[in-house]
């Protein structure tokens, strides 16, 4: 049996359509690359959950680590500090990297110490960690004692790793919307003031969050907005039969142009949805040999298990909305139209559109539904609303486990194309 190369929830083994980000990136890093100086401003991508924001990130960073630079990453976590992550992290590609003669470890490490001790690292040099308790304010000293602590690390590192022919570093920072206002304030500050000397700065950092990302960097530094923001798209319709017939293809296993079709409708350019029914496609075909074919009946037999897959994480989702956001939900969901006014919301209701700013907006920061047009919504993820429209109709909103179980029966007598003749891919003949 052939291995399953489809990846719900990881990096894809073939990452589509997204040239034009590449471009971008590759472009921003040349910059580095070349001439030796910082990116620019901090570069981020916004998109929904499950839109492709890590895998482009991790794209990215291999393309980069392939062209010189070194490269850290980072992920941030509600109400914790990333920057302790990211220093030690930093400290930690420069002695993977191998880049240091062995006579200027042990200072490198030393000075990595004394980094990281502003951001509360453990270290074997104990300098000025107490200090900071002395202060009027210590906060106001802490953040001036980690901006220019984090300059240092940055600058350094990057002079360290230029000055022995790379190119430089770049440092990933993901759920960039989760940072703390404390350290993305660090982060911001940090980068402004190493960009009044770009030239000594070899650089860059990338980030990736929803799309509420640009407001909580704004809230903590007013020259936050001035980041590069990019919105990442759903996948055009060649790019997502890309995402489903490369994979296979490598394995030598090929999709009918009807197979193809029907999975790109179900998942309207969505790359998390397009991996789970390709992986659950495969699951239920198991090809073994080389010139297999998948064709429209393994995507029916597969849609139980992609079912599964999906009404648990949209099961999450509504069991973690509060009851106001279940109610605009339920709203959009009945609607049954793509998108919906926020009038029209406000209208069955029976509330005015201001006393539902807050709980919208919530769910826009949650990467649950998005803005699309003027003073309309829509969710961000093709059959969640199905979802929501079964599980209002068994009442579960403490009951969600039920709803999605007759989801799942529904869905497949409903809203799948039968297998017609025409259906029946001619590729295989
Ligand atoms: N360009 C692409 N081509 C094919 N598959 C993709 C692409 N981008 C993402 N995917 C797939 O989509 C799914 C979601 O991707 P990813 O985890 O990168 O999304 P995300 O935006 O980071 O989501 P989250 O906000 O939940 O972290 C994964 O299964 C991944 O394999
Ligand atoms: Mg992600």
């Given at each position: 049996m052939l291995p399953n190369p489809y990846a719900p929830g990881e990096p894809p083994r073939v990452l589509a359509g997204r040239e034009l980000q590449q471009d971008r990136i590759r472009g921003y890093l040349g910059r580095i690359g070349t001439y030796g100086e910082m990116g620019g401003p901090l570069l981020v991508f916004l998109g929904p959950r499950g839109v492709g924001k890590t895998s482009l990130l991790r794209d990215a960073q291999r393309d980069a680590e392939a062209h010189g630079f070194i490269t850290a990453w980072v992920a941030c976590r509600r109400n914790a500090p990333f920057l302790p992550d990211l220093v030690s992290r930093v400290g930690k590609a420069i002695e993977t990297a191998d880049f240091l003669p062995r006579s200027d470890r042990g200072s490198w490490r030393l000075r990595l110490d004394s980094i990281g001790v502003e951001f509360g690292l453990s270290s074997?040099?104990?300098?000025?960690?107490?200090?900071?308790?002395?202060?009027?304010d210590p906060r106001a000293h802490q953040r001036g004692a980690q901006i220019s602590a984090l300059e240092d690390l940055l600058h350094e590192t990057g002079a360290q790793i230029r000055s022995r022919g790379g190119a430089g570093l770049v440092v990933f920072v993901d759920?960039?919307?989760?940072?703390?206002r404390d350290d993305s304030a660090v982060l911001l500050n940090t980068m402004q003031n190493l960009a009044g000397r770009r030239e000594d700065n070899p650089f860059a950092v990338i980030g990736a969050g929803l799309p509420s990302t640009p407001g909580v960097l704004v809230n903590a530094?007013?020259?936050?907005?001035?980041s590069t923001f990019l919105t990442l798209p759903r996948l055009e319709p060649a790019a997502a039969a890309a995402a489903v017939a490369e994979p296979a293809a490598e394995l030598g296993v090929t999709w009918t142009t009807a197979a193809l079709q029907v999975v790109a409708a179900e998942a309207q350019g969505f790359p998390y949805l397009l991996q789970v029914l390709a992986h659950a496609t495969w699951e239920a075909a198991r090809p073994s040999a080389l010139g297999d074919v998948l064709d429209i009946d393994q995507v029916h037999a597969g849609l139980p298990l992609a079912d599964d897959q999906l009404t648990s994480m949209y099961a999450a989702r509504w069991a973690a909305a509060t009851e106001l956001e279940r109610q605009i939900m339920a709203v959009m969901a009945q609607a049954g139209t793509p998108t919906v006014t926020r009038a029209e919301i406000a209208a069955q209701l029976g509330r005015p559109t201001q006393a539902l700013g807050v709980p919208r907006e919530r769910l826009i920061d949650k990467g649950i539904i998005e803005p699309a047009g003027r003073g309309e919504v829509r969710f961000t993820m093709p059959g969640f609303d199905r979802y929501i429209r079964e599980a209002v109709a068994v009442g579960a909103s403490s009951e969600p486990e039920q709803a999605s179980r007759r989801l799942g029966a529904g869905r497949r007598r409903r809203e799948l194309p039968p297998a017609s003749d025409t259906d029946r891919g001619s590729p295989r003949r």
């Open positions: 074997v040099v104990k300098v000025s960690a107490t200090a900071a308790a002395d202060r009027s759920e960039l919307h989760a940072a703390t530094a007013t020259f936050g907005e001035r």
